[in-house]
Nanobody, 124 residues
Framework: QAQLVESGGGLVQAGDSLRVSCAAS????????LGWFRQAPGKEREFVAA????????YYSDSVKGRFTISRDNAKNTMWLQMSSLKPEDTGVYYC?????????????????WGQGTQVTVSS
């Protein structure tokens, strides 16, 4: 059974840094493109970042580019999202997701597997 489990969320102040993790099991990691999405209350789930199977290509939304860094370690079946210079508008539930293809990365509906999410709250 394929599974993704996020961890590392919490309450931080604006300007702080935080790293969230995504652990994968069930054989869905090393050959899959992985992504991070977030969802704030009353808003749609939005793309944050993605990384291809080898880690050689990364993609970011304009709102986080230059502040967030996505990375992965296939040997550890783990992906991370390092978040710096956090803003209150970064608040939301952060989800990791996995997909077989490397296209339409921004569309949540194209991902095959999802984690349960971890809450990140940034206070002003």
């Amino acid at each position: 059974q394929a599974q993704l489990v996020e961890s590392g969320g919490g309450l931080v102040q604006a300007g702080d840094s935080l790293r969230v993790s995504c652990a994968a099991s069930g054989g869905i990691f090393s050959s899959y493109t992985l992504g991070w999405f977030r969802q704030a209350p009353g808003k749609e789930r939005e793309f944050v970042a993605a990384i291809n199977w080898s880690g050689g290509a990364t993609y970011y939304s304009d709102s986080v580019k230059g502040r967030f860094t996505i990375s992965r370690d296939n040997a550890k079946n783990t992906m991370w999202l390092q978040m710096s210079s956090l803003k209150p508008e970064d608040t939301g539930v952060y989800y990791c997701a996995a997909k077989r293809s490397n296209v339409f990365l921004f569309r949540p509906s194209t991902y095959d597997y999802w984690g349960q999410g971890t809450q990140v709250t940034v206070s002003s």
